[in-house]
């Protein structure tokens, strides 16, 4: 059977801990992780082409120019994208892409890509949110504040979503599997299989 690539999204509020839990997702189960696009400065740690390609704003704009992106958002005065070749190579060779892209980029996403599955990642609670943002200590509280605000907007896009998943402190295998029995599930969709329903419906014409 041909495998078919399948797109996975996964939002969730800043501060929730999707980096860790998409990361570990590519070390456990080998599914390729797109590395996005963004004109935000590097924070302390973060690697040019691991953890984003850190652009100019003049760069990224003659990227958009380029077709260059599958989609492109700007989140807290910067701009974020997903560059396109990757993705449509990785999809070519039948693989399992988590893009971990905010609301804007991933409602794009799902009008491109139909199959996509769009996963929400949160916290158990506000309060929890709050304490993991100011915990990480890479951000100014001026910062933290903008980005609390765009969690309050970015809630009201929840319902856009497939699913819901939560990532409680110290369970980050449970939620890891739960992401992983979303994808092996979502990869039996019929509609997800055309090509091979293809396959079958020929391998059989001449029973008809
Ligand atoms: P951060 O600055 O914390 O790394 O990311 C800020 C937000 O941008 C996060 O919600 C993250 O998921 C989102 N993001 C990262 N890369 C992309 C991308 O390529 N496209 C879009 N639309 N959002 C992205």
Redesign the pocket.
Known sequence: MDKKGMLVVI??F?GVG??TVSRALVEKYGYSL?V???T?QPRKGEVDGKD?YFKSEEDFLRLIDYNGFI???Q??E?Y???PRKFVEDELAAGHVVI????V???MKIKEQYPNAVLLFVTAPSIGELKARLEGRGTEEAAVIEKRMRRAAEEAESISCYEYLVCNEDGQLEKCMDTIHSIIEKESCRVSAQAEFVKSLKEGLKDYL
């Open positions: 939002s969730g800043s999707k980096g797109s996005s696009a963004t935000r984003y989609e492109y958002a989140y807290v910067h974020y994208g997903t893009l971990e892209i905010e804007q980029g991933a």
